[in-house]
């Protein structure tokens, strides 16, 4: 059974930092592109990072680029996401999710088609204040 917990969220003053974790279980995690998810209050969960299996490629999306670093240890099981220079706009509820084979490196990612995962955690808050 896939599981996802994702933990590391906080508040936080707008400029400073937090790293979100996500433990993964249930399937090999090197074996699979891994996205990082934002969902905004009223707004659809939307993709922010994608790190690709294998060659460990990671994308990210424009607004978050220069600012979030995302990494995997496989042999932890485990996800990150490195949340820098946060902004008041990077407020959210923020998700890992295993993405859909055979997308193995972040293909549709890189051309903006958002396929749902199949599987999602229960998310952590990040909240930043101004």
């Known amino acids: 059974q896939v599981q996802l917990v994702e933990s590391g969220g906080g508040l936080v003053q707008s400029g400073g930092s937090l790293t979100l974790s996500c433990v993964a279980s249930?399937?090999?995690?090197?074996?699979?592109?891994m996205g990082w998810f934002r969902q905004m209050s009223g707004k659809e969960r939307d993709p922010i990072t994608c790190?690709?299996?294998?060659?460990?490629?990671?994308y990210y999306r424009d607004s978050v680029k220069g600012r979030f670093s995302s990494s995997r240890d496989n042999a932890k099981n485990t996800v990150y996401l490195q949340l820098n220079d946060l902004k008041p706009e990077d407020t959210g509820v923020y998700y890992c999710?295993?993405?859909?084979?055979?997308?193995?490196?972040?293909?549709?990612?890189?051309?903006?088609?958002?396929?749902?995962?199949?599987?999602w955690g229960q998310g952590t808050q990040v909240t930043v204040s101004s």
């Open positions: 249930g399937f090999t995690l090197e074996n699979y592109a």
């Open positions: 790190l690709s299996s294998h060659d460990n490629e990671v």
């Open positions: 999710a295993q993405i859909r084979t055979p997308d193995y490196y972040c293909s549709g990612f890189k051309r903006g088609i958002f396929v749902e995962p199949e599987h």
